[in-house]
């Protein structure tokens, strides 16, 4: 057989399968997924669960427990992210005597895949923070803090961009502004950033350079203030893209997730979880070939 | 035949390119929710594992017993002095003097620290370093600031309109029934305006916390890095016993 002719004939036979398979399966027929993405905030050094006789919290929280009913949920759904809005440290002896040592080897356990940074993260200096990185397998994304003089300079991402199932999530992590809240001497040369215009940049990269599908902004600002001190719901109304807001530092419990309006007038998230790794925040996004978003607008539920 | 068949092949892959373009699923549905690490689920044994020689090494250091207390020390048993904010002070003063003194040649004056600052109770009976980690938990350190007699006014001020009760050691303040001052003596000296202060007080403080404006007066500062919890674990485990009182530090006079 000439050579040639059988190449031209394997490819028409395999466009004939070809066409067969995506009339059936991928053309026709209308193509869903379902994005999971789970989220803690201000966990701060909280591993063991509380004792069943704290006046507030009995027998609430936990790391071990908190790993159980994450996996579950990667069980039901494989296409899970994991998420943490900052303060991880500080506030059992946990952290006193090991330095953040075990809280972060503990959420490289439960396949964390970023955190951002909070004022907290910041006791026991910048440095203090670096010599527990190594002990990390989960990425720091901060995109207002300037790292720049710093021994953190370089070690932290402001975004990533997770292809889960084909779909396209972008992170992005924003801090508070450290000056009146943490010793200069623990935060040295770092800069923060309006997390206003930085927001607006980042999300554009991710909307219109990265092609981004889902858009979720890991935010230490805190929930809301009544100055001008920038905060989540502020943000939100200030964003375009950004799809969620994981919050963080106000320990704000909320009843069930925030729905507000972004710049656009259309409908975002901003859900915060309280503290101490009391609850976890899930939140499923659904993606449908065969609706027309521009027409339906994206429904919330909450 | 070849040609044809070529053609069939282009035909399909643009006819394919066109139908499937539109076939990237889009977002059209969020729902949130926040679900509870309630006390029914079970822990995950590895998780469990690899804490566990973490968690028995604190307990071991934490729970071992260097004092005891005959009562309860508290943060409200008092109005304007309270037992767990006199215990605070004195320990900070007693402890954190003479380091102050060894680095500057000067003596500390007096303490002032916040009433927030104490995070718990200490129960009846055993002390331990855990009760240190419990009554501060925070990673605040003793610095000592330099004072003038204005700015002395000026905390006096703050502390009768804030009407809670500081922690203090080293000053007296006596206030009449119509919040203005009746006395104020430092070290057992009456006070005197012209006169430089050294007060020891939590870096939280002179950084702007609980808005303690008057601490931008300062003329001098340092830094002892002495942890207010050390403190309390040193004074604990010098004291075996601990038993303070409310006394007549900060007082309003009822006539």
Redesign the interface.
Known sequence: MDRRKFITNTTATSAFIGLGGLTLNSCGVDTKKKITILHTNDVHSHIDSFPSTHSEFPGLGGLAKRATLVNNIRRENPNTLLFDAGDIFQGTPYFNFYGGELEFKLMSMLKYDAATIGNHDFDNGIDGLFAQLPHAKFKLLSANYDFTNTTMQGFTKPYDIYTVDGIKIGVYGLGIELDGLVTKRLFKETTYLNPYEIASDTERILKEEEACDIIICLSHLGYQYDTDKPDDLKLAAKTKYTNLIIGGHTHTFLDKPTVVKNSLQEDILVNQVGCFGINLGRIDFYLDSHKNMAVDGISITV | M?LK??Q??II??I??FF??K??????????????????T????????A??AP??N??NE??DSTIAYAPKDITKNDGILNTTAGNLMADAVLELAGPIFKSRTGSSLDFVLLNHGGIRSIISAGNVSA?TA?EIM???NTIVVVGLKGDAILEMVDYLIKAKRPHPLAGIQIILNKDDTINTIKIQGEDFDENKTYYVGTS?YLV??GDRMDFFKKKLTFTETDYLI?NIMIDYFTKKNTIAPITDDRFIKLDY
């Not at chain 2, 689920?41 to 469990?48: F, G, K, M, N, Q």
Request: hydrophobic share 40%.
């Open positions: 070849i068949i070529k069939i092949v399909i892959t006819t394919c139908s499937c539109q076939e990237k699923p889009v977002l059209t549905e969020i729902s949130g929710k926040q679900i509870a690490v309630s006390d689920l079970i822990a995950t044994d590895s998780i469990e690899f804490v973490y968690r090494r604190i250091i934490l855990r980690y938990p925070f990673e870096n950084n702007g919890r």
